[in-house]
Every structure is written in C-alpha cells, then in structure tokens.
C-alpha cells in the first residue's frame, strides 16, 4: 500500500548548520508530497509542499524536491535557528485529497 | 481570519466510557479530517468528511465514528474506550473538493485511564 517513510529522530544541530530529513514514498500513481511542521504544543502547519515530479517546494529557507526516480522528498535547510526546533512531519496525498498519509514525524532540536 | 479549532484541549476518561471530540473547520471550508496521534507511530487517518457525508475511513474499529453538520463543523465519538485510545486526537479542514492542503487544529488530548 502507499506510505510514507521518513528518517527517525531526534536529530540536535547546533545552531547554523545544514540540516537534510530524509523521506522516501511508495505510491501508485502521481500523488503530491508535503513537509508539515509540528511546533511544540501546536498543530500541524503547512510548510510546503510539490505537486509534480521535479517541482521544488520552498518555505522559510527550507526546500524539498519531488524525485520521482528515488521517490524521496527530502526536506533541506541552509542554517538552522533555534526557532526551527519542531516535529516535522513528510507526507503524501492521492486523489484530490482523498488518501493523505503522514511518516511518524522527526523531532528536531536546535542548540545556540 | 480564525483557525481550525478544537474541544476540549484536554479530555480524561475511563475504559468503557465514551469521548466527544469536537472540530470546528476554518469558515469557508467544507472538508473535515480526523487523524489519531499517538506516542510514536506518527498520525493515524481515522475519517474524512465532506459536505455532511462520510468520505473516507482509515483502518480504525467502528467504535470510532463522527458526523458531520450542515455548518461543517465535526464530531468524534469513540465508544467503548480503551487504554490505548490514549493519544492526540486532531482535525484539518480543507477547501474541499479536491483540495490538497490540510489545516489543522491544535488537537485534543484524550487520556483514558
């Protein structure tokens, strides 16, 4: 069935260093891909998301690519800050948003 | 512009009760998901709803179960509680229609005891 696997945490970077999150999908079909951020005592935000093969998806310095030849859609940033620290949840969505599938989330924490 | 908003925030129960989860949807949005967070295993889809109708269901007993009203606004109900019920329960509302983004409330979290 379709799911959505992503990189198991916690991850802690200092402060200013490259963060990757690595997530990978199984999908029949052409499903549009998500990253959704979890800030502590809060629900899920929208970070952003592709639609299509090869789009990129960006937001708050933060990007992710839609590879469909390695069905992944890592989530990437240049310089992290303390305020990044969150739950970050990668995720799939088919057949105008009948289907949504969400990976198990990746606690970061970011350290001055 | 308001949020998608939850009641309660905190829910205690026993087993064998029952739970009332409610969601109110951003105003304009006719679609209403419910997704169960429990201690890692990441968001479980529980229900789907839209235009007042039952859309989809995820892979949980019938003891979970809700309905939609003509205002959009949604209800959870979970019989027969069990301990691992536990967890943060938590509705998105959509445009609906096709549409892919999700906004999602602040949760409830229901313990049962």
């Known amino acids: 069935g379709d799911s959505v696997t992503q990189m198991e945490g916690p991850v802690t970077l200092s402060e200013e260093a490259f963060l990757t999150i690595n997530c990978t999908y199984t999908a029949t079909g052409y499903p549009s891909l998500f990253w959704y951020v979890q800030y502590p005592g809060e629900g899920l935000q929208l970070l952003l998301k592709?639609?299509?093969?090869?789009d990129k998806g960006s937001n708050k310095g933060f990007e992710a690519t839609y590879r469909k030849e390695t069905t992944s859609f890592h989530l990437e940033k240049g310089s992290v800050q303390v305020s990044d620290s969150a739950v970050y949840f990668c995720a799939l969505s088919k057949n105008g948003g009948n289907q949504f599938y969400f990976g198990t989330g990746t606690s970061l924490t970011v350290i001055p | 512009e308001a949020g998608v908003t939850q009641s309660p925030t905190h829910l205690i129960k026993t087993r064998g009760q029952q739970a009332t989860l409610r969601c109110s949807p951003i105003s304009g949005h006719t679609s209403v998901y419910w997704y169960q967070q429990a201690l890692g295993l990441g968001l479980q889809f529980l229900l789907w709803?839209?235009?007042?109708?039952?859309?989809n269901r995820g892979n949980f007993p019938p003891r979970f179960s809700g309905r939609q009203f003509p205002n959009y606004s949604s209800e959870l109900n979970v019989n027969a509680l069990e301990l691992e019920d536990s967890a943060l329960y938590l509705c998105?509302?959509?445009?609906?229609?096709?549409?892919?983004?999700?906004?999602f409330g602040p949760g409830t979290r229901l313990t049962v005891t």
């Open positions: 709803y839209d235009e007042g109708e039952e859309r």
């Open positions: 592709a639609t299509k093969a090869d």
């Open positions: 998105a509302s959509s445009l609906g229609g096709g549409s892919y983004e999700q906004y």
